[in-house]
Structures are given as C-alpha cells and as structure tokens.
C-alpha cells in the first residue's frame, strides 16, 4: 500500500504524519502489507531519520525522479540523491506528471530505467483519460503505455517493478473505477507481462490500482485477482484512514 502524499506537508507535518501511521499500523499486525509513503522530496530527510531513528516498519520513496544522473539541470533531483536518502521506490509516469509536465512515454521509460540505475523500485503509474475510457480503449491504452515504460528492461528489473493502474477520471475525483473496472485493466497488463516474460515474472509483479481508495471500498477492490495492493493519494494524508486501508481485510 503506497502513499502517494503529492504536493502537500511539510517537514514538521511530514513527521507528524509518518509517526502516527507507524502507531496506527504497529496496533495491528501487519505482516504480509507492505506499508510504503511518498513524500515530497522536502520531507524526505525528516521521514529517513523518523524510520531509521525508530525502527518504523514503513518504506518510503519519491513522487519522481530525474532521468538524467547529475549536473546542470535545474530544479531536478537525480536518482543517487534518492537513494542516499534511504529511498526503496519512486513513481514514474504519474497522471499529473504526464499531464502537467508534458512526460511522454519516453520520459517516463528513462525515468524508470534511472531508478534502476540507482538502486531503487519504480512503480510505473499507467491509466487512461475519459475520452479514452469513453470510447473503450482503455485497455489497449494502458498495455500500451505498460510496453513503453518497460522498454529495454531485464526481466530481472520486470520482476521487481510495481505497476500501479490509476484511471486519471478517478484520481482525487472521488470517482472510483469499479472493482470489476479496475480488474478488467489490471488483468490485461497481467496478460501482457505474461506474455512478453512469462509465468513466473508476469505473475510476480505487483499490481496496484489507484484513484480515489479509501478504506470503505478497499475491500473489495483488494478482492480483485490482479490487484495486488493500491496506490493512495487523498486518503493517505489521513494516518487512521490510510493505516484501515492497509488492513483492508
Ligand atoms: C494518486 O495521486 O495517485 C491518487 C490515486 O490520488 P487519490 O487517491 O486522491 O485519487
């Protein structure tokens, strides 16, 4: 279960936050959810020193990643950067990357390559829009930006990406994609996996659904066969909703 805290928190919030999730998530036994957050990149240092310092059973990571590995490039964080910070994943490709900062299926394929590069889990953020939910080309949409952002892995890396399938109608909309929607898309990018690496990869990789999840309909979009965990944003600004989230079941 990830957190995808976008543009909001800052350091002392951000530590706030991560301390009441872990008190929320150690109530429970959580031992087969992994729990991870995705701060702002300002965050990172106080949520590293708050999991590290106390031994919180929570992963942490960014919401992006440069594609290129240093210099003059303004404003950027590179992936080294990263993962000195302790960082396990980052997001490549989200909706509001795409949309706002004109990421293509290129970028994003380098984004997920430099995170390889450094040591760190991508999780690929695929989803269509209305027109193309509207007139039902949603699934070869997403296989299709699924090929794009695996172009030129190793099956090594293929095995240990998370996709996350977020429909870009149900994020922060409050319009949650059935759980039959959500498994209709997730299965096809399970079939496409399997198809291009097989059994053992395509069946490894995890799924996550996102847009709109919160802890009432959890349940049973977790239910889904290809679902294998979701992608938060809005509920995971809340430590309560997003540790009953967690423990969807
Ligand atoms: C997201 O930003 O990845 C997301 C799914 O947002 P929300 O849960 O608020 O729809």
Not at 123 to 147: F, K, N, W
Not at 194 to 199: F, I, L, R
Request: charged content about 20%; hydrophobic content about 40%.
């Amino acid at each position: 279960m990830a957190g995808n805290w976008k543009m909001n928190l800052n350091h002392f919030e951000a530590n706030l936050l991560v301390q009441k999730l872990a008190a929320s998530l150690s109530e429970q036994q959580l031992t087969d959810v992994e729990v991870a957050v995705l701060p702002p990149f300002t965050d990172l240092r106080t949520v590293q020193t708050a999991v590290d310092g106390d031994k919180l059973l929570i992963e942490y990571g960014a919401q992006d990643i440069s594609r290129h590995k240093s210099g003059a490039y303004t404003g950027e964080i590179a992936g080294s950067m990263l993962e000195k910070l302790g960082c396990t994943y980052v997001l490549a490709g989200h909706s509001e990357r795409r949309e706002y900062h004109n990421e293509g299926d290129e970028i994003v394929n380098a984004k997920v390559k430099a995170a390889f590069a450094s040591g760190l889990t991508p999780i690929l953020c695929v989803g269509e829009g209305l027109d193309i939910r509207e007139a039902a080309g949603h699934c070869p949409h997403c296989v299709s930006q699924l090929d794009a952002g695996l172009a030129g892995l190793k099956p090594e890396q293929v095995k240990q990406i998370v996709i996350a399938y977020e429909p870009v109608w149900a994020i922060g909309t409050g319009k949650t994609a059935t759980p039959e929607d959500a498994q209709e898309v997730c299965g096809a990018l399970r079939v496409r996996l399997v198809e291009k690496y097989g059994d053992e990869i395509g069946n490894a990789v995890r799924i996550l659904y996102g847009g709109s999840v919160k802890a009432a309909n959890i349940a049973a979009i977790m239910a889904q066969p290809d679902v294998d965990g979701a992608l938060v944003g809005g509920a995971s600004l809340d430590a309560e909703e997003f540790a009953s989230i967690a423990r969807f079941r």
